[in-house]
């Protein structure tokens, strides 16, 4: 069984920064892709950036150039670095893993961001 453990979250002012992580234990086929989405009270969730495992990124037009995603594939582990906080980047943030083996999609329990002064 696969988990995922996010932690960093917390309240931060606007322009402020914040560093979530994510830890995945369990069994994880090495190639594979992790990253992260949130979602705002009354909203969908949006995606905001994945890296692979090879070391490839995406990210969403909206944090483009405010948030870094990264990873230390030893640990399993994934990082967003979110920099110039907006009171509308408040939201739960989740973690979110794709073993590329067994095609599975996982999901951690999510960190709250707030935003604001």
């Known amino acids: 069984q696969v988990q995922l453990v996010e932690s960093g979250g917390g309240l931060v002012q606007p322009g402020g920064s914040l560093r979530l992580s994510c830890a995945a234990s369990?069994?994880?086929?090495?190639?594979?892709?992790m990253g992260w989405y949130r979602q705002a009270p009354g909203k969908q969730r949006e995606f905001l950036a994945t890296m692979h495992s090879g070391g490839n990124t995406n990210y969403a037009d909206s944090v483009k150039g405010r948030f870094t995603i990264s990873r230390d594939n030893a640990k399993n582990t994934v990082f967003l670095q979110m920099n110039s906080l907006k009171p509308e980047d408040t939201a739960v943030y989740y973690c979110h893993l794709e073993d590329w083996a067994t095609r599975r999609a996982y999901w951690g329990q999510g960190t709250q961001v707030t935003v604001s002064s």
């Open positions: 369990g069994t994880i086929f090495s190639i594979n892709t």
